[in-house]
């Protein structure tokens, strides 16, 4: 398929590099900065622009990867009589009817995974969650998703708000305790990766067990002492404080909860 990425950050970086590989001609790259679109199109072999007016109706589909509070107004100006292309967004929390009155043809294809621009990530284990306004266009998603991934997964939007929101507990606020952690070390003259080995065991427990049965930990027995200790160790950050004193007493009364499941 001929393409269009409407973005040059993180998702569109590693977007665009997976549909070059899978044999699809990436036409132009937009962002409101060019230097950026140019960094991104010479990587893709595709045209720059920063204009909405320079893009053109070449492509078969174009695809939204930017901000969610600028979709709407970047939605409107790109659809514009461009009826008979495939519009499609990657945001896991904005709802696909976004495009109804600007677009005849659309969907959703968001694949779940944190990205960085320094990192290119394989796609092709990595789950893609798509959605469509009809049948028609869903086999296109489909199609075009399962050129890059193994794992498409058709999803609604109602149900897609709480897979980015599991999605932000077991990344965004896991990575935020790697930089508090990275941060009491540090103050200690500790090096962060002692935590490593770790850390890529509790990722590869849940492999095989369930995050309950995994959790291990003072909360779970709800081991007041220890526990206390580490509020005095936090007395300077109030805030991480609260974060401690919170994440050990859901941690404590869902320990309850799955113990009186399993009675």
Not at 141 to 167: C, E, F, M, Q
Not at 187 to 210: G, R
């Amino acid at each position: 398929m001929k393409i269009t990425l409407i973005g040059s950050g993180n998702l569109a970086t590693n977007i665009g590099v997976a549909l070059k590989n899978a044999g699809h001609q990436i036409v132009q790259v937009y962002s409101r900065r060019l230097l950026n679109a140019v960094s991104l199109a010479s990587r893709l072999e595709a045209k720059a622009v920063n204009q909405f007016s320079e893009i053109n109706g070449d492509a078969d589909v174009y695809i939204l990867s930017l901000k969610d509070s600028v979709l709407q107004e970047v939605i409107a100006a790109v659809c514009k009589n461009k009826s008979d292309k495939i519009f499609l967004h990657t945001a896991g929390s904005v709802p696909m009817a976004l495009f109804k009155g600007s677009a005849v043809r659309y969907g959703v294809l968001y694949p779940m995974q944190t990205f960085s621009k320094e990192r290119v990530v394989d796609f092709r284990s990595l789950p893609c969650f798509i959605e469509a306004c009809d049948n028609t266009v869903l086999e296109k998603i489909k199609t075009l998703a399962l050129s890059i991934s193994t794992k498409v997964y058709t999803l609604s939007s109602a149900d897609r708000k709480y897979l980015h929101l599991a999605a932000v507990f077991a990344c965004n606020f896991v990575n935020h305790c790697y930089e508090i952690s990275s941060e009491l070390l540090a103050a200690h003259s500790v090096p962060f990766d002692v935590l490593l080995p770790l850390i890529d065991e509790t990722a590869h427990k849940v492999h095989e067990l369930s995050p309950a049965h995994a959790q291990t930990g003072p909360a779970v027995r709800y081991d007041e002492n220890v526990m206390e200790k580490h509020k005095m160790l936090l007395a300077a950050s109030p805030l991480w404080q609260n974060i401690y004193e919170l994440m050990s007493k859901s941690i404590h009364q869902t320990a309850i909860i799955n113990n009186n499941k399993r009675i």
